[in-house]
């Protein structure tokens, strides 16, 4: 397994990597199609974040995108979890900024334990209205040490 940066072309491996995650990590939001994602992808996220994969045998196996200052995407396909690429895909994001913010759905409790063991706190929690899910979420914040 590879880490790399993205291309456009792996845009449809990352909204497959996103729409498997989604549909069987996440299965309490509205449900969406694969097209619709990889439309999502290609229209809103491409060349306006970093976006890093992890690529297995030319497999998207986990991608992380990025903003200055926040952590905006981070998906594993399901087998893959808990095998590290996450960990090392959030580190990577991490590189070079000296703090972070990112969003999280309440009901995510593994993803949740997953920034808290890594030193992210919870600054706010919503109701969800102003997500596009309608989800209750939460904000995070992390800050380097030192």
């Not at 397994?1 to 990597?17: E, T």
């Amino acid at each position: 397994m590879i880490l790399r940066k993205a291309d456009i072309n792996d845009m449809v491996g990352v909204g497959n990597c996103h729409y498997i995650s989604r549909r069987v990590s996440l299965p309490f939001l509205p449900p969406v199609t694969r097209d619709e994602i990889v439309d999502y992808l290609c229209s809103k996220v491409w060349g306006r974040q970093d976006i890093w994969v992890a690529d297995e045998h030319d497999m998207i196996v986990g991608f992380v995108a990025r903003t200055p200052g926040w952590l905006n995407h981070l998906y594993i396909l399901p087998d893959y979890q808990g095998s590290g690429i996450g960990a090392e895909l959030h580190d990577l994001a991490r590189e070079g900024q000296d703090e972070m913010q990112l969003w999280a759905f309440r009901k995510n409790a593994k993803a949740r334990r997953f920034y808290e063991n890594r030193g992210w706190t919870v600054t706010k929690e919503t109701d969800g209205a102003d997500n596009m899910e309608k989800e209750p979420d939460v904000l995070y914040h992390w800050r380097r040490p030192g």
